[in-house]
């Protein structure tokens, strides 16, 4: 009976100890692709829940109307920094769930930035102008198998188009809706 009373005491302290030891990996790389765009991402741990992601990339929009002669295309970089907060990775290991990788639900205050450097389109003259979002979200990431990973998140948050800097009267200031939806591979 001592022996029984003694393992159960030893795999609960495991478990507890587990539990504590749940924390986002030192770093990450990969890139990732989505509906209309590529990036390449770090994720660095700030702390055991926090990890600081760093993203640059393209993205791209499609446009068309009664103005344009056919549908048009556009492709301009864009850059990314994301404090993320991994909330749930010690339940998950306490349901012996993958967290390798940063696999969990996290929210995240996602700042973006758009430059106009350069674009690349099916029309000639087209420009892109300078914006910043800082968008509020939550999110999920999730491994297939040992390399590949998927990521979805959700948020509301503000969006300023510089304006004033291509000749318009004022700058624009308004509510930004984000939904990502991207299929990685991690190195």
Do not use: C
């Not at 990788?101 to 930035?113: D, V």
């Not at 910043?132 to 188009?161: C, D, K, M, Q, S």
């Amino acid at each position: 009976m001592k022996t029984v009373l003694l393992t159960l005491a030893l795999l609960s302290l495991a478990l507890v100890s587990k539990a504590q030891d749940a924390s986002v990996e030192r770093s990450i790389s990969g890139i990732q692709v989505g509906f209309l765009g590529i990036w390449a991402h770090n994720e660095a741990r700030l702390s055991n829940k926090l990890a600081l992601r760093s993203e640059a990339g393209f993205t791209s929009g499609i446009f068309g109307g009664s103005f344009y002669d056919k549908t048009g295309f556009i492709l301009t970089p864009m850059f990314f920094l994301e404090p993320k907060l991994y909330y749930n990775l010690n339940k998950r290991s306490l349901k012996s769930k993958e967290i390798s990788g940063n696999s969990g639900n996290f929210i995240s205050l996602r700042t973006a930035y758009i430059p106009d450097w350069f674009v690349i389109s099916n029309y000639d003259n087209i420009n892109v102008l300078h914006q910043v979002t800082i968008i509020p979200t939550w999110g999920i990431r999730r491994n297939i198998g040992a390399h590949f990973n998927y990521e979805t998140g959700v948020g509301l948050g503000y969006r300023h188009v510089f304006a004033k800097g291509a000749g318009y009267s004022e700058n624009t200031r308004e509510v930004e809706f984000d939904l990502r939806l991207r299929i990685g591979y991690r190195f």
